[in-house]
């Protein structure tokens, strides 16, 4: 039986390309909170949340669900990706 590829697999391989396109990437956490957004990207005044999740996953925790509410509220979207390619296509949506 195949290994089910990680999250970190992904998020690691976004990154790298994504700062090899002039991105800033930052891992966040909040202090004593939970359901932080994995990754944020800036480049261009723009900011860009993203979510990571494992291949083959599609939907985000209760806890992380309940933070991306929060930020939609505010105007601002969190991106959620299963897959390297979804990830570089929202990032170069902002080329």
């Not at 590829?5 to 002039?22: F, H, I, K, M």
């Not at 900011?47 to 933070?67: C, H, S, T």
Request: overall charge positive; hydrophobic content about 40%; proline content about 3%.
């Amino acid at each position: 039986m195949a290994q089910q590829e990680l999250e970190a697999s992904v998020e690691d391989d976004v990154v790298t390309w994504a700062e090899g396109e002039g991105w800033l990437v930052r891992k966040m956490q909040y202090v004593g909170r939970r359901g932080c957004p994995d990754r944020f990207f800036f480049r261009d005044g723009q900011l860009v949340m993203i979510e990571f999740k494992r291949p083959g996953r599609n939907a985000a925790d209760p806890l992380q669900a309940r933070e991306h509410k929060r930020y939609a509220a505010a105007g601002w979207k969190v991106h959620l990706v299963n897959d390297r390619d979804h990830a570089k296509r929202i990032l170069s949506f902002y080329d």
